[in-house]
């Protein structure tokens, strides 16, 4: 599409979600970015993100809030992707300036509990849902793993767990 049809789209977008994240340096009139690893640093005031793969794409943080660690796991969506870093891997990876958003070859509850042990904030599916037969049975099932992987929450101040 072109610039202007990007826009209208990105705004239609903000119309229905609650926040719409942009792919790449330039929101569209938006306020949050997910960038490359070697983008550069976006002027925007809001939310940034940032993929990653090994520890050197980490130590360029600088006002991100988040990062997507990937592949996680070989994945069927980009094959030859890699290597895969594991769950524990990817944690590595990831350090702990940021939460992380685990993503590639999360295909399974297993994967997704695996992924929230290892301490990730969430995960990013795509190739396991567009190709199951039941989407939403896939998204639940892979909610449900990732939850009960994931760590208590910290009991509110004052109050005794």
């Known amino acids: ?12 977008l903000r119309a229905v979600v609650a926040h719409l994240i942009v792919a790449g340096p330039d929101p569209l009139g ?6 490359a690893a070697r983008d ?25 809030h988040y990062v997507s660690v990937s592949p996680v796991f070989a994945t ?14 990817a944690a ?8 992380w958003l685990a ?3 999360i295909d399974s509850p297993a994967r997704a509990r695996l992924c929230a042990v290892a301490g990730a904030a969430g995960i990013a599916v795509q190739g396991a849902v567009m190709r199951a037969a039941d989407p939403a049975a896939t998204v639940a099932a892979l909610v449900a793993a990732f ?9 509110p101040e004052g109050v005794r767990a």
């Open 92 to 99: 590595a990876v990831a350090g702990a300036a940021v939460p």
């Open 40 to 64: 550069p640093l976006s002027p925007v005031a809001g939310l940034i993100g940032r993929s990653c793969h090994d520890g050197a794409d980490i130590c360029a943080l600088s006002t991100e």
């Open 30 to 35: 938006g306020d949050a970015v997910h960038l």
């Open 103 to 105: 993503l590639g070859g």
């Open 147 to 155: 939850e009960d992987g994931a760590p208590p929450a910290p009991a």
């Open 1 to 12: 599409l072109r610039y202007d049809e990007r826009r209208a789209l990105a705004d239609r």
């Open 76 to 89: 069927a969506t980009k094959p030859g992707y890699g290597p895969a870093l594991g769950a524990s891997g």
